[in-house]
């Protein structure tokens, strides 16, 4: 455009150097300057609004949250934003992040196979079919527009161990939900927990969802709200061949349907009816619970420490569940909040369980990323029984850099192997000259934990403070599955890059392929149909937008 206009005025008048040419070129070349001014200050503009836009999440690096002790009694999972209104939607090529023999494939896409540009998707739960591993489906907060935190219920499957995606939508349009959590049965039946919330906070409940396809569609098996729960639940599956055989368990952090503290609750029919909650001794709260072979069920959190509580008679149908054993756990610190993850946890507690069968089988170990006494950053610590959770090892790093005060470790999650094996993985910014760009980084144990192999990143650094939907943080955590050679991993992630101003990368999910051997491995194999989108590694550029959309302002963080 200033090319061809300047080129213009800049034409010999074939009148001659007098006459009204001379005065026709003059205004040309008027006009010409005027609008190389113009595209300057537009210029000008645009990179002054990217330069802020740099500015604020430089600072944010810089000027973290302060961190503090993961809150108590109050929900973490809140409505606070109506929908945001209809948009047009654009697409990108999804993305496909290389790092060395791992690869990472965007789970979000569009019905194309295409990334979604303006939306945010975050907090990952996946499920494996256990009799065909190439079946697995992901669970994820799903935002459609990243000026509103509204969120709702997204989800994916793969019938190709990973490499192609189907995000058929939510489970419901325009209702408000978050904290999704996935579990699969032995015979590979998937469920997917759901927290519901109102714009009032006058209730915390969940649902139960069921899906007999390997995730490709999803039938609601309680009624809204029938689940009971609340805020941050978990949920296992008794897989035994005991008396509870079936029996689904859950418990959450007391923001919840009956409001009478840390809950736990029982359905002895699938999931389509829950008996009536039962308080938890000690109120362990952001953590998990599994169930060992002889039908007992374990629940680990953070009540003033760590603990794990057992019920031995939950497996009875006809038996209210009692607990009969409650167990602190020294795991080196505690859970934590803002820092990293401003407006989030730095990382839940996990516990599970041993069912090797083998001389490890029933161990019951607890990870996650806690706080060190004196610190305001996260390691990854890991503990372990041997005795059914009546006593619990010392507490083990299972990051292996050299203690960095600024070093973060954060939203560790582990698996175990149906061969024992143990596979965790958490975001880690050691390599980060500004302390906070992250990477996925993997270890395993063979021997229930007492060592650890050295760690290994296994993607690219990203940017943990872009692509927020109008909520500062990337979830509350992240998830893995592990079988007996490898592990598959769900995360959210920053890779994508929206050149739009102000230019920034979006929060998105993925799947990466963890195991041993250092990459992928023999099983589970793609099926031969499959075919991998020819996707460059490197970061997409995005298609051309029609009118640029506001986005959240950046908010500087206060010095911790």
């Known amino acids: 455009m200033r090319r061809s206009t300047v080129s213009l005025a800049n034409r010999t008048c074939s009148h001659g150097a007098v006459s009204p040419c001379s005065l026709t070129q003059k205004r040309r070349l008027d006009t010409a300057r005027r609008l190389q001014c113009l595209t300057c200050l537009v210029f000008l503009a645009a990179f002054s609004t990217a330069s802020a836009f740099a500015e604020a999440t430089a600072d944010r690096s810089a000027q973290l949250a302060p961190t503090r002790k993961a809150p108590r009694g109050e929900p973490l999972e809140k409505y606070d934003n109506p929908p945001a209104p209809p948009r047009k939607i654009e697409t990108s090529p999804r993305m496909i992040s290389q790092f060395g023999v791992f690869t990472s494939y965007q789970v979000n896409v569009d019905a194309s196979g295409n990334n ?122 008794d897989k035994t061949g005991g008396p509870g055989h079936g029996f689904q368990y859950q418990a959450d952090d007391g923001a919840n349907c009956s409001g009478s503290g840390v809950e736990f609750q029982r359905s002895t029919d699938g999931g389509v009816t829950w008996q009536a909650p039962i308080v938890i001794p000690q109120d362990p709260v952001y953590g998990t619970l599994d ?29 209210t569940p009692t607990f009969d054993q409650v167990t602190p756990v020294n795991l080196g610190g505690d859970l934590g909040f803002g820092g990293i993850n401003p407006a989030g946890l730095t990382g839940m507690l996990f516990l599970a369980i041993d069912r090797s069968g083998g001389s490890t089988n029933n161990n019951i170990y607890m990870l996650a990323s806690v706080i060190p006494p004196g610190r305001s950053t996260t390691d990854v610590m890991f503990a372990r029984s041997t005795d059914g959770g009546l006593t619990f090892s010392a507490p083990v790093k299972v990051n292996d ?73 990337i979830g509350d955590y992240i998830t893995i599955v592990s079988d007996n050679t490898g592990g598959n991993v769900a995360y959210s992630a920053t890779f994508n890059f929206d050149p739009d101003p102000p230019a920034h990368h979006e929060e998105d999910v993925y799947y990466v392929r963890v195991s041993p051997a250092g990459g992928p491995t023999p099983t589970p194999t793609p099926s031969p149909t499959a075919t991998p989108t020819s996707t460059p590694t490197a970061t997409p550029t995005a298609t051309p937008r029609a009118t640029p959309r506001p986005r959240p302002t950046p908010h500087p963080r206060p010095t911790p």
């Not at 989800?155 to 978050?178: E, K």
């Not at 002889?294 to 006809?318: I, P």
Request: with cysteine; hydrophobic share 35%.
């Open 116 to 237: 979604i540009i303006g939306d945010a998707a975050n907090e990952c739960a996946i499920s494996v079919d256990p009799t065909d591993g190439n079946k697995m489906a992901i669970a994820w907060r799903q935002f459609n527009d990243v000026t509103s935190n509204f969120r709702q219920g997204g989800w994916a499957y793969t019938t190709d161990a990973g490499i192609i995606w189907t995000f058929p939508g939510v489970l419901q349009n325009n209702v408000f939900r978050s904290d999704p959590v996935t579990q699969s049965d032995e015979t590979g039946n998937f469920f997917y927990l759901s927290l519901q919330s109102d714009q009032n906070f006058s209730f915390f409940c969940d649902d139960l969802w069921g899906s007999t396809n390997g995730g490709q569609s999803w039938v609601e098996l309680s009624p809204d709200r029938g689940a009971g729960g609340g805020d941050k639940q978990w949920l296992t599956i």
């Open 401 to 473: 850099d050299p203690v960095n005060p600024s070093k973060w470790h954060w939203f560790g999650t582990f698996s175990v192997a149906p061969n024992g094996r143990l596979d965790a993985v958490w975001y880690d910014t050691r390599n980060a000259a500004n302390n906070t760009d992250s990477q996925l980084f993997y270890s395993f144990s063979t021997d229930a934990g007492v060592t650890w192999s050295p760690n290994v990143a296994v993607s690219n650094p990203f940017n943990p403070f872009e692509g927020y939907p109008n909520q500062d943080k």
């Open 291 to 319: 169930v060992d072979t002889n039908g007992n069920v374990f629940v680990g959190g953070e009540g003033n420490t760590f603990y794990c509580v057992r019920s031995s008679n939950a497996q009875n149908g006809g038996q």
